[in-house]
Structures are given as C-alpha cells and as structure tokens.
C-alpha cells in the first residue's frame, strides 16, 4: 500500500539550442531516438518494485527523510534484535528537519508486539530493496537472475560485494570465491540458448561468463605507498583466478576503486595481462581529472604489447569521498567540480577508446564497453562508433542491476549489446553498495532522475556537457583557508590569510614516493651528545634572563615572522626532516611525514593567533572610560620536549613560548636530540636571537631538573610521563624569582575507544588497528583500551586479530613497514613485561613476532603488537599507562556499561566512539570526559587548528595545543582602565 499515487510530471517546455557541427547533430537525432524508445517502455527510475516501495516513494520527497532513511538501511544489517531496530529507526527519524511519511510516526511510537512487527516490516522493505539491485548472495542463488537476463537479450559481469578486506583470511576467502566463480560458471551459463548480438563482437566471439573484481578485496596489504610490494602480493592472489580464465575463457574485469588505487590498478592490470593470456577488461573513471592521460596510458600500452582488453568507462561512484577527502588533506581534487564536466569527460575518453578500436583480430587496442544510464553520452559514442565506420557491435553498452529499466529496453530494441553489472553477496557488505546506488542516482544531478521522473525537455537532457572553462582542480583549495577561519587573517603575518593545516604527502603518486626515498637514502642524524652539564644549563637560564626585556618589547610582528620564515624552512626540507626523524626515533613513513606537518603548522597558526594578544582590546564602550585589556609574556621558558614527536611537540612547546615575547632554553629528549638541534638551527636562521633561544641536551634527571628548579625561570612546557609530569607540578609549586612558576603539561593517556551494535566494523576495525598500533603504540593518544558492546565483540575481536596479523613489522626506512622499533630498550622491557601479564589477566588473542635479526639490522629494539582480550576493570592492562603496542580488548553489556568503563580510570586523554546510532552519539559528546573524543574514526593524528589536543585528569592540565586558547598559558594579562572625562566632559557623548 503506498502512502501516495506517483504522477508523471509535466514535461518542461523545450529551450532552444543550435547544434554546433554534423556530430553534435547527429549526438541529438540518435539521442533523441535513444529517449523516446525508453519513454516508452513502462517503468521508472529504478524497476517498478523498488519506487512503488512507500519508503522510497517518500524519499523522492523529502531530501532529509532520505538521507536518514538510507543511514539507517546501512546500518540495518548489524541490528540483531526488533528492539534495536526500533530504536535506531526511531532515533533516525527523530533527527532534525526529518518527516515521516504520514502514519509511519504512530508505528515508531509503539510499542510492544509492534516493535516485532514494524522489525518484519522493515526487514522486508529493506530485503526486496537490496534484492533489485543485489542478485544473490552467491552465485549458485545468483544462477535464475543472471539466465532471466539472458532470455530478455542481456549478458552480465558478476561482481562480489565487499568493498573492506581487513585480513589475510578474508582475502583467500574472496579468491576462493572467484575462483568459484571462474571454473563453474562458464559450464552452466554454456547451456543457455545461443545469441548472436551478445555472444560476439566486431572481431568475433567473446565470453559469456564475465566477472568484475576489485583488488582491494584480494589482499589485506593494498596500499599505493608500497606500489611494488602491494603489487607482488596481488599478482601471486591472482594468478590462479587468471590462469583459470584464461583456460576456461572467462573474462575478468579489473574495477577501479577510490582515486589513491587508480595507479596501482593501471599497473597492476598491465603486467597481469602481460602474465597471464586471459580476457581482460579495466574500469576507468571520467570523473578523474586525469582521465584522458590514463586512456591515452591504457591506448599506448595495447597498442605497444598487441594486447586486446575492453574498458569499462564509467563517470564513477566516489564523488563525494574524493571531494571532501581531497580538501581534508589539502590536495587538489582529483575530480571535476561539476556532473557536466564529468559529463564531457566521458564523452572525450569514449572517443578515445573508440579511436583506439582494433579493426582486425590480430591488431592490439582498447574496445569500449559504455558504462552509463545517460542517453546523451550513449548518443555521443555511438556517432564516435559511426565516424570511424566500425558496426554497433564494437560498442557494449554496461548499465546497473535494477536499474534504468526502460533505457536497457531502448538498447534492446536498437539491437544493441548490453551488459548488465550484477553484484552478489551477503546483506552487509551489500549494504555500501545499496546505499551508494541509491543516493547516486536519487540526487537532484542525476540524469535519470531527470528524464524519468522529473521528465525534463529532451533539449534539457541531451545538451553538450562541454564548456570552455571548467572549475580547476584546486578551487575548492584556494578558498578553503577563509571558508574554514581556523584563524584570523593578521596583515603583515604569513600570506594575510586565515591559517590551513599543511597537506601531507600523498603517497599515491610515484613522484612523491620516489623524492622521499631519495631523501631518506642521503638523510643523516645530526651528532648530538646528551653531555649538557647543570652549569650549563644554570648558565644559559641566566643569558635567557638578560636578553627577555629586548625580546620582550619587540614588536610582536617581528617575533610572529620568525615563526613563518622558519615553517617555510622546514617546508623547503621537509622531506629531509621526515628522513632524519624515521631515522633517529624509528617512525614509519606516514608517521614522519605527519610529524613535520604539524611543525609547520604550529608556525603558522601561533604566529597568526600571537597577533590578538599583544593589541589592545578595548573592552565595553563606556563614554568617560577607557577599559583596555592586552596580554605580556612571562620571562624564560623552559621547554622539555618527547621523543615521540621528536620535531612537533619540541617546535610547538619552543614556538609558542618565543612568539610570545619569552625567552626560551629547550631541553630535548635523551633519545632524539639530533632533530631537536636541526629545529633550534632553523629558528637561529629564521631570525630568533641566540641569546633568546638556547638548546641544550642532557639527562632529564641532572640538566632537566636544574632548568625546571632555577628561580630565574617563569614557566615549564613538558609533554611526557605522568611520573615526570607530577615531578616538575611539585618542583614549580616553590616561587620563582618574585613570581610564581607556570607550568604547561601534557602527560599521558589510557585511551578507550568503544564499538557499539551499529557500529561499522570495516571502519572499526582499521580505526583502532591504526589508533592502537601506529608509531608502535607510542603516542599518548594511542588505544589502550577497545570497549566492545556485547553483541559485536566476537565479529570485532576476529576480525580485529585477523587484520592486526595483516600488519608488517620491519625496517621503518622501507615504505611497506606498518610496524617499526620501540624506543630504547627500556621501553622494550617495559612493553614486554605487559604482555607478559596476559598469562594471569585475560587471553593473549595475537602477538606478531618479529623477523630474525631485524632489531640488529635497525639498530633498535621491537615488540610486536599484541591484543589481550577478556580484561576487566580492575586488571593492570586496563588501568596502566603501557606506551606501546599492547591492546586491551574489554567486553561490555550495553552502551551504558561502555560509556561506564570508558570514563573510568585517572586520564582523560582521548577516546573515540564507533556508533552508527545518531543518540548515542550525542551521549558520548555530553558523557564521554576526555580532553580530545573522535566519532567514527581514530583517536591519533590530531591537526593543528582543527582538533586542539590537550587532556585534563592525569592526562595534563588542561591547555590545548594548536588550540586558540594555547598561547594564553604563556603570557599574563594586563588590563588598563582610564578616566577620560576632563572637567565633566567627555568626547563621544551623544
């Protein structure tokens, strides 16, 4: 029963619009052909079922409604009982601007045997929903749709639903099913009636059985910063399913995922076919900006090698995730900004592919299979095709399982060969599909949408995408630094705009990874010995002391370019830097890369956030007064840094304290001088005086403490241990020279990250593998502790191991090394001694070992990364700072018992929330006490400006760094009130 009769709309009054050639012409009369045959075929949108469906029908009429409904559909599948899917449908349909369809409100608010029934209700809506677009979870229960195709004149590609592989035995299990698919498909399907428009091409026969595959599914180790070593494990997955290809004469597909793959899979689809005799085909995507260089790539090789492969071009279905990712990064994007000019993109690259047409059997070359619902760009290929005098039979066209009914019939009709795109596999992993589907082609852009539902003008639909001038790939980019204000713009300082966080290194491109080895191959720690003596140390407060009134009274411009000529420095040699900090602490590409970034960016910020200090503030507009408040620094600083972040933490903590007019001595950790001395130089270069920045190393306990206990020093900036931490509390509670020491202190952190019913384990999974065992466990921001609700734990915790033995440990210099060395070997004992306690608390699920004679060849020592499941409140693993790779995997009832376990213990760091219930993630907003909580991603990598990180409890004392609040521990208030009234008189008065 649907809640409303569907009308056709008006069709829009036609516009006009000129031709501008022969083709363009000829695009119009057979597009225009292309649309009416399809307007007349019964059907909609998607198939008649899915939009008489009262859920979906609603949909189209509300854009909130849809969204929380396809939220809830993607979160469907991991709701075990009726009361749980009550409560999350309930929950999202109560978010702001949402309106249900009319009586769906009184089924949400009752109760009782209606939540049973409601659960079966929906269940239903959402089965038949997946079961248009979804053919089986197998390819036996597959079989009777893909004949079905078969008998009403359409081939298929099967491909297998799951986007996620997290582990090694999640990857055999995928190549297990390929390989199914491979050797029993081809002797069912050889059974079906013969037809000559979809058993042959231009050139011949060509296979029945064709299946698509994605590579990220084939391994747990896909990763574009180790393009050989990613390849070489993919190859030896593939082998088998390829050499059954090519025996049983199957076609297999290569599709394209996210933009970062996109280069791997070119290379990696080039030497398979090069190996490997099999039918091939690739997908690419025009919505890459890069679209015609990799046709013009795929074109070039064919023709070169002599190798005949299909592509499969497509507009692409990662859109949005490219979008946002890309400015989250600070990159260009890697596609266009608008559906016309992804539009115009597909209709050039098919021009390409179809100029590129082999002719002859024996000739190397690309044939194009046309992936689109979009009659115009189908029109713009098929007069390709009849330019360069080839048969309709040198084009395929490629169209979604359920979807664009009437516009296969049209291709039907035309004798046309038309293949449809048929995903098989289970609910879950269906349901990213399902839900990308749905919104792709229920968007106000989409074409379908347009012509079928809101039947626009055919002048409307078949319209030249082409423009001159299409947004640049860094638009977005260009204007982010304002859109987003991290910061205010101060004239003079930087560039005069608001700060942006510096992009990382995008290890997907070749260039990239190629410069950063070569850095890392010429890179060299700088000798420093950690002789630093108390004399020292006492000697260089006393020289910090003299030079702190000049410094003082700079102009605070001064101070703050020093900052942004030194960020500039580190920017010219960051890989270099990068280098010297994998070198001398054992980081991981990544890791290191990070660690410089966010150097740069303390620059940056704190030189544009000093600014607001040191100009007075007027405060009121009383007529008579003048009230005015400005901020002054304190006198020496005394930073002693980690050696965890050897380069941000120690410039951060240095930075700050120079920009606000103090004097500075840093005090670097024992371990990781050499990057600390490169930080002091570049200042010293950038133009920080030497009597006003100081470096020395020394032993914490000798040098650190004498800095920390000279009278002449007015405030501390540490980051480390709790016990050092508490150390330098107590030591700056005795008065200083005439002042009272301030202290700025970050200490450490026993982090939790809960994982709830709804959560998505995919996400989940890498989230807290990368949270818990990034940089060894050695940040104070790391997961210790894993919090998992009752229902998930067992499918979390499997996977979890599963893809934690995934994980690479190795030499940090080589960039497929996930796990490098530990500190020294003290923190070796330390970590070793804690695993050790899973023999008395919980269960040691995993450790992974550690290579023979690899701790030699680095020079440092390693543990590997351990998960201890079955640990309770009161166990020492749940209570004790370990910092290292050692997880505490913790079982709870409910949501309430996670919230419980999470908040209890003395640090209050970090913690994170993996929920796909939108109410309880506005608890853990309001109940979740920690300094830095993160929903539905990992804890670590806090940015500078975006996420000030900072804890309270035993974790610190509560400052923010890369906060806008940060700066204000370095500097004292001054507020200034005058009497401007003058014989009772005052100007302004009115």
């Known amino acids: ?186 002797s069912t399907v050889a059974g079906w009636g013969h037809n000559a428009r979809l058993d042959s091409d231009h050139l011949g026969a060509i296979p029945r059985t064709n299946v698509s595959i994605k590579i990220s599914s084939l391994s747990a180790r896909v990763d574009p910063i180790d393009t050989e070593g990613s390849i070489r494990g993919l190859l030896e ?21 996210q933009f970062a793959l996109k280069d791997l899979t070119l290379e990696l689809f080039m030497r398979a ?61 890697p596609v266009w900004g608008a559906k016309r000019d992804t539009d115009a993109s597909f209709e050039r690259m098919a021009a390409q592919f ?15 299979a046309l992936g689109s619902h979009n009659a115009r760009s189908i029109a713009a290929a098929m007069t390709a095709l009849e330019r360069r005098g080839l048969p309709t039979s040198a084009l395929e066209l490629q169209m979604l399982h359920g979807m664009a009914d009437e516009l296969k019939a049209a291709a039907v009709d035309l004798g046309l060969r038309i293949r449809e795109y048929v995903p098989v596999g289970e609910l879950v992993p269906g349901m990213a599909y399902l839900v990308r589907r749905l919104l792709e082609n229920t968007s106000n852009e989409s074409w379908l949408k347009a012509g079928f539902l809101d039947n626009a003008s055919a002048d409307t639909l078949l319209a030249d995408p082409a423009r001159p001038d299409p947004v640049s790939a860094t638009a977005r980019l260009e204007a982010a630094p304002e859109r987003h204000a991290l910061s205010d713009a101060v004239e003079g300082v930087g560039d005069g705009r608001p700060f942006y966080t ?29 002789d630093g003596t ?59 890369d990070a660690d410089v970034c966010e150097a740069i960016d303390f620059c940056e910020f704190y030189a544009r956030e000093s600014c607001r200090l040191f100009a007075a503030q007027r405060l009121g507009r009383f007529v008579g007064e003048l009230d005015e408040q400005w901020h002054q620094p304190r006198g020496v600083a005394v930073v002693i840094a980690p050696w965890n972040f050897p380069l941000a933490i120690c410039c951060g903590m240095a930075v700050a304290a120079l920009v606000t007019g103090n004097t500075c001595v840093v005090k670097p950790a024992e371990q990781t001088p050499g990057i600390a001395k490169l930080l002091c130089d570049i200042l010293w270069s950038a133009g920080a005086p030497r009597e006003v920045l100081h470096f020395i190393a ?107 033995q995934a994980l ?20 070796a004992r330390k970590i070793a001694s804690y695993v050790e306690l899973s023999r008395t608390e919980g269960k040691l699920e995993t450790q992974l070992p550690v290579p023979a004679g690899l701790a030699e060849r680095v020079g440092k020592p390693y543990v590997g990364p351990a998960i201890i499941s079955g640990i309770e409140p009161h166990h020492r693993l749940a209570r004790e700072e370990i910092f290292g790779p050692v997880l505490a995997v913790m079982r709870a009832r409910d949501f309430d018992h996670a919230l419980e376990l999470a908040n209890q213990g003395e640090y209050k760091l970090t913690g994170g929330v993996y929920s796909r219930k939108p109410a309880n993630l506005v608890r853990a907003r309001r109940e979740f006490r920690v300094g830095n909580l993160y929903l539905n991603r990992g804890i670590t990598g806090a940015l500078v400006g975006r996420q000030p990180f900072g804890g309270f409890g035993m974790s610190g004392l509560g400052s923010k760094a890369g906060g806008r609040e940060y700066l204000l521990h370095f500097v004292e208030p001054r507020c200034v009130c005058e009497n401007t009234m003058r014989r009772g008189f005052a100007p302004g008065l009115e």
């Open 1 to 186: 029963m649907g809640f409303f009769t569907k009308r056709r709309p008006t069709p829009a009054a036609p516009t006009a619009s000129a031709p501008s050639s022969a083709a363009e012409a000829r695009i119009r009369e057979l597009g225009g052909q292309f649309l009416d045959r399809a307007r007349r075929n019964k059907g909609s949108l998607l198939s008649a079922a899915v939009w008489s469906n009262k859920l979906m029908d609603w949909s189209m009429k509300d854009e909130a409604f849809k969204v929380q409904l396809f939220r809830f559909v993607d979160c469907y599948p991991t709701l075990r009982t009726p009361e749980a899917v009550h409560e999350h449908l309930a929950d999202y349909m109560a978010q702001p601007g949402v309106k249900p369809p009319p009586g769906f409100e009184l089924g949400m608010k009752a109760g009782g045997l209606f939540k049973g029934l409601m659960n079966w209700g929906m269940e239903g809506q959402i089965t038949a929903m997946a079961g248009k677009f979804i053919a089986g979870t197998d390819a036996q229960s597959a079989l009777p749709t893909l004949q079905s195709l078969w008998k009403q004149g359409l081939a298929f590609s099967v491909d297998l639903l799951g986007e996620a592989c997290v582990s090694d035995d999640e990857a055999t299990a995928y190549r297990a099913k390929y390989l199914d698919l491979v050797n029993n498909l081809p």
């Open 237 to 257: 997955s593939l082998d088998p399913i390829l050499a059954a290809a090519a025996s049983k004469g199957v076609f297999v597909n290569f599709d394209m995922e």
């Open 273 to 333: 076919c090069e190996r490997h005799a099999f039918p091939a085909g690739l997908a690419m995507q025009a919505y890459l900006r890069s679209g015609q260089d990799d046709a013009a790539r795929i074109i070039d090789w064919s023709r070169r090698t002599g190798r005949q492969v299909t592509v499969r071009l497509v507009k692409g279905a990662y859109w949005d995730y490219e979008t946002i990712h890309a400015e989250q990064q600070g990159w260009a994007s």
């Open 354 to 368: 179809i100029a590129s047409t082999p002719a002859t059997a024996g000739e190397g070359g690309v044939k194009l």
């Open 502 to 530: 510096e992009p990382m290194r995008d290890f997907s491109r070749q260039d990239v990874r190629d410069r950063f080895a070569a850095a890392l191959t010429g890179a060299r720690v700088p000798p420093v010995a950690n």
């Open 534 to 592: 108390v004399e020292q140390a006492t000697a260089m407060v006393e020289a910090a002391h003299r030079a702190f009134p000049a410094w003082r009274d700079a102009e605070h411009r001064s101070r703050a370019a020093v900052l942004v000529r030194a960020a500039q420095a580190m920017r010219e040699r960051r890989d270099e830097l990068s280098a010297i900090i994998i070198r001398e602490s054992g980081k991981t590409w990544r890791e290191a």
């Open 698 to 804: 020394g032993q914490g306990e000798t040098v650190g403490a004498a800095l920390v206990r000279h009278p002449r020093t007015a405030l501390v900036a540490f980051t480390g241990s709790k016990a050092v931490g508490l150390d330098i509390v107590s030591a700056c509670g005795m008065p200083g020279d005439g002042f009272v020491k301030k202290v700025v202190c970050e200490m450490g952190g026993k982090n939790a990250i809960i994982v709830d019913a709804s959560a998505d384990l995919d996400e989940a999974v890498l989230g807290v593998r990368q949270s818990a065992f990034g940089f060894c466990g050695q940040k104070c921001s790391a997961c210790s502790r894993v919090i998992v609700v009752d229902s998930a734990h067992d499918a979390f915790l499997h996977r979890l191991v599963g893809a934690t």
């Open 808 to 827: 690479v440990v190795g030499d940090p210099t080589l960039p497929g090394t996930d796990i490098g060395p530990v500190i020294d070997a003290d923190a």
